[in-house]
């Protein structure tokens, strides 16, 4: 029997009870010569393949952070001992998040005075300590989350292997003409309403790079359902392992008003858990469409891939 490693790694933010308000970031005031920027390509890279990470430079030291869209908590987080190793200054908030398995965890916050990105200087920065574990064969390292992107528009190009930052509004015309479009919801961040062919029922859908299923070479989405669910009952599903029973629905599509998002690979996730997103398009989405997101209006844009 062929056996797999599965590790599913999701934001600890998706179920978010805080009782502490992140300070607002200024990126204006932050970001050096702020009035002549217009875009920033960075090199994205691969950890084992499938978990994007960029290089970042703080205080001296270049370091790798993994690109996770779906963390809401923080601008950047960052381990504790790298934390000990670099001039940073605790603003004394703490808030609470619920991870994807039910587990509690604190997030603690400082203020990290200068992070360089490819030549882009930035200042004092919200950052937060990653108390996250990580499996042995993916690099324990801190993430650059929503929060800061979001002061961006930006496009994640697996491909091509880039991570394109734009200021706020702009919108190459190629995208913008070109380009499937879709309207995202104003909360929870990063979702839209959508349905699955072959069944007529509203789902909502979350977007997130941190959504990854490992099993070699194996990426997939993630539907979250009831253990009764009916959705589950009439699809015809593939068992990944006859010994971890993992159900994999391969080549839905999902469409949300006008818009067709084909072609994709899900893993079925059994869940008696609250959720706020039914659907979460990971690694085997990113995989296949390149992707804009257009943070000034919540828009969507993305093209499929050759």
Same mark, same amino acid.
């Given at each position: =029997?062929?056996?797999?490693?599965?590790?599913?790694? @999701?934001?600890?933010?998706?179920?978010?009870?805080?009782?502490?308000?992140?300070?607002?970031?200024?990126?204006?005031?932050? =970001?050096?010569? +702020?009035?002549?920027?217009?875009?920033?390509?960075?090199?994205?890279?691969?950890?084992?393949?499938? +978990?994007?990470?960029? +290089?970042?430079?703080?205080?001296?030291?270049?370091?790798?952070?993994?690109?996770?869209?779906?963390?809401?908590?923080?601008?950047?987080? @960052?381990?504790?001992?790298?934390?000990?190793?670099?001039?940073?200054?605790?603003?004394?908030?703490r808030d609470f998040s619920i991870g994807f398995n039910g587990l509690i965890k604190s997030n603690d916050y400082f203020?990290?005075?200068?992070?360089?990105?490819?030549?882009?200087?930035?200042?004092?920065?919200?950052?937060?300590?990653?108390?996250?574990?990580?499996?042995? +064969?993916? =690099?324990?390292?801190?993430?650059?989350?929503?929060?800061?992107?979001?002061?961006?528009?930006?496009?994640?190009?697996?491909?091509n292997k880039l991570l394109i930052l734009y200021k706020k509004g702009l919108i190459p015309d190629s995208i913008a003409n070109h380009w499937t479009k879709i309207i995202l919801n104003k909360k929870p961040l990063l979702t839209f309403n959508g349905s699955i062919q072959g069944y007529n029922k509203k789902f909502h859908i979350g977007i997130d790079t941190g959504t990854i299923m490992v099993g070699k070479d194996i990426v997939k989405n993630l539907i979250r359902v009831p253990i009764e669910s009916s959705f589950i009952l009439k699809q015809k599903v593939d068992y990944l392992d006859g010994e971890f029973k993992l159900k994999v629905i391969k080549e839905l599509s999902i469409t949300s008003d006008n818009s067709l998002i084909d072609s994709l690979d899900f893993l079925i996730y059994e869940t008696k858990q609250p959720k706020d997103r039914d659907i979460l398009l990971g690694g085997d989405f990113f995989f296949k469409y390149d992707v804009f997101f257009d943070n000034k209006n919540n828009i969507l844009y993305m093209s499929k891939y050759n």
């Open positions: =029997m062929k056996k797999y490693f599965i590790v599913l790694l @999701f934001p600890v933010s998706l179920f978010l009870s805080s009782c502490y308000s992140i300070p607002k970031y200024d990126l204006e005031k932050s =970001m050096d010569k +702020y009035e002549e920027f217009t875009s920033l390509k960075i090199p994205l890279h691969f950890d084992s393949g499938i +978990y994007p990470f960029i +290089y970042i430079n703080v205080q001296g030291n270049k370091i790798p952070v993994h690109v996770d869209i779906g963390d809401e908590t923080g601008y950047f987080s @960052f381990k504790a001992k790298f934390l000990e190793s670099i001039k940073c200054q605790s603003i004394g908030g203020i990290v005075n200068e992070i360089d990105i490819e030549g882009m200087k930035l200042k004092n920065l919200v950052c937060k300590k990653d108390n996250a574990s990580l499996p042995n +064969y993916l =690099m324990d390292i801190g993430n650059i989350g929503f929060n800061f992107l979001k002061e961006f528009n930006f496009e994640i190009d697996y491909k």
